[in-house]
């Protein structure tokens, strides 16, 4: 929790917990990033919490004085708790007033799930952004402690209390269970991607990239930022467009975002007069994220008589979408398993009698070649196959998320 003292101060407009450069809230997202802690801003240890960039998302939200929000990101990411309700926040907070995210040298994992929900991510030529995933590790310590006449013993109630624990071997059972919540966490993440950037960059696109990371231009082309830029010029055109001033067009802009970004600001008031400040200067370099196009809206036909059906939940297609990547009938077919999750609407059940159906050397097929292949009988037994059944690809993820 904040100070009070310093939460009193916030609440009564006699403080502001972030930089303002005419009327722009500048929040820096530095270093390591985990959930809780008490101080606000960034912390000399070299990390910063999602608590403490939180609150400054809501000061910035509630002040009248804030037109817009630059996000300066350089972080290689960092928990997954609370990474996602914070990226909530900044896509709420995009709804009200202009955020764009500039990224000074990296924004990694973590910290590109928080700059792609920015309206516009711009990010320097020598500047990275990507690792969409998720990594967990376990370090088996038994042998040296055995080495050192140290014997552990684990006392546990309950079948999985002690899963994972340092002292043993990871069993293959747990490891299995720690792959499949990887993915489900992989899912999550490029789900609160796509939704933050809407059609620049999908949820099949987003899983696509494997968690790699991106540089300059590779980052825009992939449709994880929106330009190549300056930062400190790219700010001084947001602040310009958010004052209404004439702003210099970008060097490599993508014309869809800055057309965004200029209907966003045309109805935002430009202060009375200008107030005796140092010019404005753009916070470190920052990793952020593209800026969101609004995803196209389904509309019903005009003669319509009666309403169409509801499609199933995000979290049902998530379930949908996890049970056949992690089906054990997937292993060695992993690339037609995608194929199934994501250029379909096949149920796992279906998925899963399919994939047993299609010989393993074939897993780099295509949907539609297996579904219309002649000589292929997809209604024959399942093959057996490994009892469980992994996403190897998340074991390469490069970031903690």
């Known amino acids: 929790m904040l100070d009070d003292r310093l939460e009193d101060e916030i609440r009564a407009g006699r403080r502001t917990p972030f930089r303002m450069i005419e009327g722009v809230a500048v929040i820096s997202i530095t270093g390591s990033l985990i959930h809780r802690g008490s ?7 070299g990390h910063q919490t999602y608590e403490g960039i939180s609150a400054q998302l809501t000061a910035a939200a509630e002040s009248p004085m804030v037109r817009g929000v630059a996000l300066e990101i350089d972080s290689f990411g960092g928990e997954v708790a609370g990474c996602f309700e914070l990226a909530d926040e900044i896509r709420a907070l995009s709804a009200q007033k202009p955020v764009w995210a500039f990224i000074s040298a990296h924004a990694f994992s973590a910290a590109y799930a928080i700059a792609s929900q920015a309206d516009r991510i711009i990010i320097p030529r020598s500047g990275g952004a990507g690792s969409i995933g998720v990594i967990c590790m376990h370090a088996d310590q038994s042998e040296r402690l055995e080495a050192n006449g140290v014997r552990v013993t684990v006392i546990a109630a309950g079948a999985h209390k002690g899963d994972a624990n340092p002292y043993e071997p990871l069993p293959e059972a747990v490891r299995a269970d720690l792959q499949r919540e990887c993915e489900d966490l992989r899912l999550l993440f490029a789900e609160t991607v ?6 620049r960059l999908t949820l099949e696109a987003a899983l696509a990239t494997e968690a790699r990371t991106f540089i300059g231009a590779q980052a825009v082309e ?3 930022a929106d330009e190549v830029d300056n930062p400190r010029a790219a700010f001084e055109r947001f602040v310009a467009q958010i ?3 004439p702003a210099p067009a970008p060097s490599t802009a993508s014309k869809q975002g800055a057309e965004t970004m200029t209907d966003k600001t045309a109805t935002t008031p430009a202060p009375a007069a200008p107030t005796a400040s ?16 609004p995803a196209p809206t389904a509309t019903a036909p005009e003669a319509s008589a009666t309403p169409a059906p509801a499609g199933p939940s995000a979290s049902d297609e998530r379930s949908r979408i996890s049970a056949i990547l992690n089906h054990p009938e997937a292993k060695g077919r992993e690339d037609l398993a995608k194929s199934f999750a994501f250029e379909s609407d096949m149920s796992a059940e279906d998925a899963a009698k399919h994939l047993a159906a299609a010989p393993k050397q074939g897993a780099g097929q295509s949907l539609s070649a297996v579904m219309h292949a002649e000589d292929t009988d997809l209604d024959a037994p399942a093959a057996t196959g490994p009892d469980t059944a992994t996403a190897a690809d998340l074991a390469r993820a490069r970031h903690a998320n």
């Not at 796509?194 to 059609?199: T, V």
């Not at 470190?284 to 994220?289: L, Q, V």
């Open 278 to 293: 140092a010019p404005a200067q753009p916070a470190p370099e920052a990793s952020t994220p593209e800026q969101p196009t």
């Open 39 to 45: 101080y606000i801003g960034e912390s000399f240890s």
């Open 222 to 224: 992939a449709g994880l």
């Open 194 to 199: 796509a939704e933050g950037r809407g059609d």
């Open 243 to 245: 004052n209404g001033r």
